[in-house]
């Protein structure tokens, strides 16, 4: 069970709510000296304050404030008082007891006690878990390589949509709050402190990426899609952490900030990331707040909203190169081709120009869709959009265009089409490296297709 914390204060936006005796909570509204006293009916014993909800955890009942509300709480009984951690999220948030969740609405009701493939009674590990809107991650009790991801769909049962086997044991996850489902992200750092994005939604290549080593913890932005993490020597901020998909360290390297870390002692952790803040409790309980990304929140607020002129006018004003590197990753995931072409010409990225140049002159809507999701590094999405067009011929091309030569051998078998193309590429690939082929997919085609099959499959070729 929890501790008692005399005079433990939390924060939400302009409230403050401290736990000033056993059973009494002041809270204040900053600003207007607007002040609230809250009489629990028994002692508190854990107490979190986010997305406008006050949730109190006493050893019987949870009380759940609003804060536009503070005279009637939702009150309900605690099914055990063996409570290990509270969870908030935007529409509900969960209780993790010894071995079992339960995920609640902010009216009190109980939305479900989730299960998973593997589950046991052993107990679990709260840093290890996390909450967001639709997703809720959690580490196998037994086996600490392995994440189960549930989707929480709106009154339906919460199930298990997939889990995802790390190579090292885990030590920490982090969903992020900001986007739909297929936007969802998942920051984890592993037991030899290496730092990971997972894009949960995301097949193949590019759906895993290091992007930090000696990490210590991390904390999501609830207003943003902007991740922070506490490393070896400094406190990093990422303001567009999808971009680690590109697998362009360039533009990776552009979008996240660092600042020392010596201010904040020994044993820092994140507490919380919002309004361009990241708050940070030392090691000897002081609360300290680090300013990074304020102009980042206002030019975020016009991507969400569809303003696109509006962000790039700020841009343009601004002229900070962190800010027009956003501009290019956001533009490109949001297919805004003249948008992403101006950013990355600020960012003296001409090559990504001369290919958004290449795509412009493409003849169709199909092809140059495709080749933007390229460019934002979703190939699954790119080659699907072609195949689903009935352009065999243009998703091979796009696989011989980034030597994912398995994939183009497939297409081409499967298909009867661009099959001399493809070996003859894959020669010329070969020949470029001065290397023999030893990929197994390639050698066994060979080995089992005779040359008047291959003679005969490259007279179909001609007439595709």
Known sequence: MFKFYNNRRLEWDNYEATLIRRKVIEVKEIGNEIREILEISDRVVHLEFSFNHLVVI???QCHVYNVTNWNTPAIFNLKSSNISAVLLAEKHFLIVEWNTVSLYSYQGRLLGSPR?????????????????????????????????????????????????????????????YIGNIKERQLALIDVNKDLFLVAIKTTGFGRICKIASMAQNIAWATDANVLAAMLDANLSVWLCPNCVHYSDRKVIRRTRIDKESSEFGKQPNIVRVRNGMVMVRRGDGAIVASSFYNLFTTFYEHISNKRLKEALSLCRVAQNEILWTCMAVLATDNRELHAAEEAY??????????????????????????????????????????????????????????????????????????LEEVLNKRA?????????????????????????QLNQLSRINYLA
């Open 428 to 452: 010329q690939y070969l020949q470029t490296i001065d290397k023999s082929e030893t990929n197994h997919n390639f050698l066994s085609f060979m080995a089992n297709v005779s040359l008047s």
């Open 116 to 176: 998973w493939k593997g589950f046991s009674t052993e107990p679990l590990y709260p840093p290890c878990i996390s909450l967001c809107s639709d997703t809720l991650a959690i580490r196998n009790q037994s086996n600490e390589k392995l994440l189960h991801i549930l989707e929480i769909p709106y009154n339906k049962p919460i199930v298990e949509s997939q889990s995802y086997s790390h190579l090292h044991n885990i030590i920490q996850v982090a969903l992020n």
């Open 345 to 418: 010409a600020a960012i003296s990225r001409f090559d990504k120009v001369d290919y958004i140049k290449y795509i412009k002159n493409l003849p169709s809507a199909i092809q140059r869709n495709a080749e933007m999701a390229l460019l934002a590094g979703d190939l699954t999405t790119a080659e699907g959009i072609l195949l689903q067009s009935g352009l065999i011929k243009e998703a091979i091309h796009i696989n011989i265009q980034i030597y994912n030569w398995n994939r183009a051998l497939e297409l081409a078998i499967k298909h009867k089409q661009q």
């Open 58 to 60: 006493t050893p019987a």
